[in-house]
C-alpha cells in the first residue's frame, strides 16, 4: 500500500487566492513525522513546513499551514494569498518514527501552477 | 544559504566509466543521509540510507555493487555509479536530516547524464 497518496497530479490557482494541496497517509506506528517540500524547476527541495503526530495544534510558516486532521490521516497543506512564485511541484511526506535515522516516504507530488 | 550541498550539479560520463556525487553537511554533523533518485516528472525514489562509519542500507531493487555509498565522516557522504549506462541517467539527490530529526535539509541535486 501507499505510505503517502496525493490525489491531485495537478492544480491551478488564481493569484492571490488560497489553494489546498491534499495528502493522505498510511501508518500504523503513534510515531511520525509529517513534511511538505517545494520542487522548483531547478530541482531542488525546499522544506516548508512539519507537524509531528503528537502535535495537537497545526503547524503555520507563513503563509503556509499544515491541515492535521489525524483520525482521518490527513496532512493538506494550504498556501494563503498564492504568488507567482509559488508555481512549482509539491511534495508530501511521512518519516515513521521521530528519529533521524528513519526512513522518508514521499508522495508523488502535486504540480502547482498560479495563474496571474 | 544552503546547509547541505551536493557537488557536482550537473555531469555527463561516457558509459562505462563511473561517477561520484558528494554531499555534504554545512553546519551540522550527519550520521545519516539518504539518496534519492528522480526520473522527470516523478517522485523521489529513496535509493539507500548512508550511515557514518557502519554499511549503507539500501532499498529493495537498489543494486548496491552499482550505486556506492561511503559514509566515512560525520559531514560527507559520496554515492558513486559505477560502470554507467544510458539508463542510469536521472537526477540524484541527497538529504541530511539535523539533529532534531524535525528538518530535514536536502542537497541541490545533481543531474547526471550518461552518453
Known amino acids: 500500500a501507499q505510505k503517502i497518496t496525493q490525489t491531485q497530479p495537478g492544480m491551478f490557482v488564481q493569484e492571490k487566492e488560497a489553494v489546498t494541496l491534499d495528502c493522505t497517509y498510511d501508518?500504523?506506528?503513534?510515531?511520525?513525522?509529517l513534511f511538505w517540500y517545494k520542487q522548483p524547476s531547478s530541482g531542488e527541495m525546499i522544506f516548508l513546513i512539519y507537524q509531528g503526530s503528537y502535535d495537537e495544534q497545526n503547524a503555520t510558516e507563513g503563509r503556509y499551514s499544515l491541515n492535521f486532521q489525524k483520525a482521518r490521516k490527513s496532512a493538506n497543506l494550504v498556501i494563503s494569498a498564492s504568488q507567482l512564485g509559488d508555481s512549482a511541484m509539491y511534495f508530501c511526506?511521512?518519516?515513521?518514527?521521530?528519529?533521524?535515522?528513519?526512513?522518508?516516504?514521499f508522495g508523488s507530488g502535486t504540480k502547482l501552477n498560479v495563474k496571474p | 544559504g544552503a546547509v547541505v550541498s551536493q557537488h557536482p550539479s550537473r555531469v555527463i560520463c561516457k558509459s562505462g566509466t563511473s561517477v561520484k556525487i558528494e554531499c555534504r553537511s554545512l553546519d551540522f554533523q550527519a550520521t545519516t543521509m539518504f539518496w534519492y533518485r528522480q526520473f522527470p516528472k516523478q517522485s523521489l525514489m529513496l535509493m539507500a540510507t548512508?550511515?557514518?562509519?557502519?554499511?549503507?542500507?539500501?532499498e529493495q531493487g537498489v543494486e548496491k555493487d552499482k550505486f556506492l555509498i561511503n559514509h566515512a565522516s560525520l559531514t560527507l557522504s559520496t554515492l558513486t555509479v559505477t560502470s554507467a549506462h544510458p539508463e542510469d541517467s536521472s537526477f540524484y539527490i541527497c538529504?541530511?536530516?539535523?539533529?532534531?530529526?524535525?528538518?530535514?535539509?536536502f542537497g541541490e541535486g545533481s543531474w547526471l547524464t550518461v552518453v
Open positions: 538529504s541530511a536530516p539535523d539533529n532534531s530529526g524535525n528538518t530535514i535539509y
Open positions: 501508518t500504523s506506528d503513534q510515531s511520525y513525522g
Open positions: 511526506a511521512m518519516r515513521e518514527g521521530l528519529y533521524n535515522f528513519n526512513k522518508f516516504y
Open positions: 548512508s550511515n557514518e562509519g557502519s554499511k549503507a542500507t539500501y
